[in-house]
């Protein structure tokens, strides 16, 4: 399985908003898979990954809004920047949590989503906080 590095974010505090039903059936069952099989060897990307599968902005493999607002991509090294993790790496789920939970700050979260149309939701910061125990 294909992880992008600002979806290991989005999946802390996901509530079942997405774009379309067919992307969050898609985001359930990956979450669900990941939390039950934390073991499980996955690969950390910067570019369409098994949740953009299902999304209604990939195109051909490329992510439609890609630079709106703010590089998806550069949100994805950001991320996984901090989190010491390197692009095409296989990780296992457990470990980047641990990586969240040890390295992810909300000032740092904050920098990198806060141009993402759900960041403003406030669910995702509430996920993170919920992990790191606040
Ligand atoms: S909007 Fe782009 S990055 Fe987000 S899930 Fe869809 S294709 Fe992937």
């Not at 774009?19 to 059936?25: G, L, Q, R, T």
Request: charged share 30%; with cysteine; glycine share 8%.
């Amino acid at each position: 399985m294909d992880i992008r590095g600002h979806h290991f974010l989005c999946m802390l505090g996901f509530r079942g908003l997405g774009y379309d039903d067919v992307f969050i059936d898609n985001m359930y069952k990956i979450i669900r898979k990941l939390k039950n099989k934390q073991h499980m060897l996955i690969k950390a990307v910067d570019n369409v990954d098994n949740i953009c599968a299902m999304c209604p902005n990939n195109m051909d493999g490329e992510c439609r809004i890609e630079n709106y607002p703010g590089s998806v991509k550069e949100r994805d090294r950001a991320v996984l920047k901090i989190l010491g993790i390197k692009v095409g790496e296989a990780v296992r789920y457990r470990d980047v949590v641990n990586k969240i939970k040890e390295n992810m700050t909300e000032e740092r979260m904050t920098n990198i989503c806060k141009d993402c149309e759900w960041f403003s939701l406030g669910y995702c910061i509430e996920g993170f906080r919920k992990l790191k125990g606040g």
